[in-house]
């Protein structure tokens, strides 16, 4: 058996920390303890509709703060996933009923993370105050009689005198709610994001924040910003980017807009779903209205749905969707007018999500014949991903991809060298694939031409 060398640093180290350790945990569990005691003492002393509202209220508060601090690190862990990941997570996890609320709340962190973590932070910050207000105002009588206390009216009358104590005040309304309704929940959340949305009361408290921000609630802080850069004071925005982010923020600088990102996933079939994403962001100029581009080999079927997400008081007119038919594919121009341009303001960028789903006619379940899709980059995009899911009950086998960059106007396997670090290819456990491209140039047509080869699920 291994033992550490008590002369080691690293053994020292150690060993005051599990003290430590073992110190707080016992603070923690005494604060508990008082502080429930507290509690009962006061209610059982008074009994009266105020007193009993407030400790109701106490314990309201603390698990609303517990909401709070947990959905904000569900938030940043789901935001930049996109909706169809996130549905499709859901349903393979099994979270059945539950699954709708979990979206609609997923839908607010990507679409309008920002605008929760305005309304949050205002919440939190009246909770807390709540919680030390509440708890100031509940005193306990020095003659308190509840109760035997085995003869010792010294122990009562320490015990009363300490729970009576701004110290114990303070303490239990600072460092009680940080260990249990804030910490806690953090730490819940963290690789647990769907599961802590599914806690019950995340949706009022979601509603409640996104309230308080379309109220207008944090704009003061905007306010006062804006005096300060009148200053000088934190005027220059800094952008942190290497690589395909630097690239992408490069070219946002001189073009004023691009797309952050542009998912498409393909689902074969007798008919062939398509469902795009795409992530608009607008730094400068004048934007009156969204353009989108779809070419297919196959007719669309129906309308092509289209929902959007935008800013506040930005409304979008009905899409029109223009066909145009050549030779060797179906081309749909999708246009949406815009009631004000974008961006509203230089200080900050607009984002818009934008979501199109359609089907065509092509029967997509055919065993070996090649197929494409396409990525028109007429805008700077930062990250593109074509996914492509097989029929229920079959899988993808080493599917044969190759990739038409327009600026070589020349076919290329995806295995070549040349372009091995523009796409990658991995495989979902549901035996779906995966296209990654990066660094998209602007104005080239990357063409990704796949043949499925589909088999029965073994």
Request: charged fraction near 20%; hydrophobic fraction near 45%; proline fraction near 4%.
């Amino acid at each position: 058996m291994r033992t550490q060398d008590p002369g080691n640093k690293n053994y020292g180290r150690s060993l005051i920390k599990n003290i430590a350790q073992i110190l707080w945990t016992i603070a923690a569990s005494l604060c508990f303890i008082l502080l429930l005691t507290k509690l009962l003492m006061v209610g059982a002393e008074s009994p009266d509709a105020m007193v009993l509202a407030k400790i109701g209220g106490i314990l309201a508060l603390l698990y609303v703060l517990f909401l709070l601090e947990g959905l904000q690190v569900a938030g940043l862990l789901i935001k930049d996933h996109s909706e169809e990941a996130i549905r499709q997570y859901v349903t393979s996890a099994g979270y059945g009923s539950k699954e709708k609320k979990i979206l609609n709340i997923a839908r607010i962190f990507i679409g309008t993370f920002d605008s929760f973590v305005t309304g949050r932070q205002i919440m939190v910050i009246m909770t807390v105050v709540s919680i030390a207000t509440l708890l100031a105002s509940l005193t306990i009588s020095p003659n308190f009689q509840q109760g035997t206390w085995l003869g010792l009216n010294i122990f009562r009358e320490k015990v009363v005198g300490l729970l009576n104590t701004p110290v114990f005040s303070f303490i239990s309304s600072t460092l009680f709610p940080a260990w249990i309704s804030q910490l806690l929940p953090q730490f819940a959340a963290d690789n647990r994001a769907i599961l802590f949305v599914t806690v019950p009361g995340t949706k009022w408290v979601m509603a409640a924040a996104s309230a308080l921000d379309k109220a207008q609630a944090g704009y003061p802080a905007h306010w006062l910003l804006r005096v300060l850069q009148k200053f000088g004071i934190f005027n220059k925005k800094e952008v942190i980017a290497v690589g395909r982010d630097k690239f992408h923020a490069s070219a946002i600088a001189f073009y004023g807009r691009g797309k952050e990102s542009h998912k498409i996933t393909i689902r074969l079939g007798a008919r062939t779903k398509y469902r795009e994403e795409l992530r608009f962001v607008y730094h400068r100029g004048e934007t009156h209205e969204i353009f989108h581009k779809v070419s297919l080999l196959a007719k669309v079927t129906g309308d092509i749905e289209i929902s959007m997400d935008t800013p506040d008081s930005v409304e979008t007119a009905v899409p029109k969707v223009e066909e145009i038919e050549n030779e060797s594919q179906y081309i749909y121009v999708v246009r949406i007018p815009l009631n004000k341009p974008l961006p509203r303001s230089l200080n900050s960028p607009d984002v818009v999500t934008l979501i199109a789903e359609y089907e065509t006619e092509e029967d997509s379940s055919d065993e070996s014949e090649g197929r494409w899709v396409e990525f028109v980059t007429s805008l700077p995009m930062a990250y593109g991903e074509i996914q492509i899911v097989p029929p229920r009950g079959r899988m993808i086998c080493h599917p044969i991809i190759s990739v038409f960059d327009s600026s070589r106007n020349t076919d290329t396997a995806l295995l070549d060298a040349d372009l091995t670090n523009a796409w990658t290819i991995q495989h979902e456990t549901n035996n779906s694939i995966i296209a990654h491209i990066s660094y998209p140039l602007i104005g080239f047509i990357y063409t990704l031409t796949y043949a499925s080869l589909l088999k029965e699920n073994d």
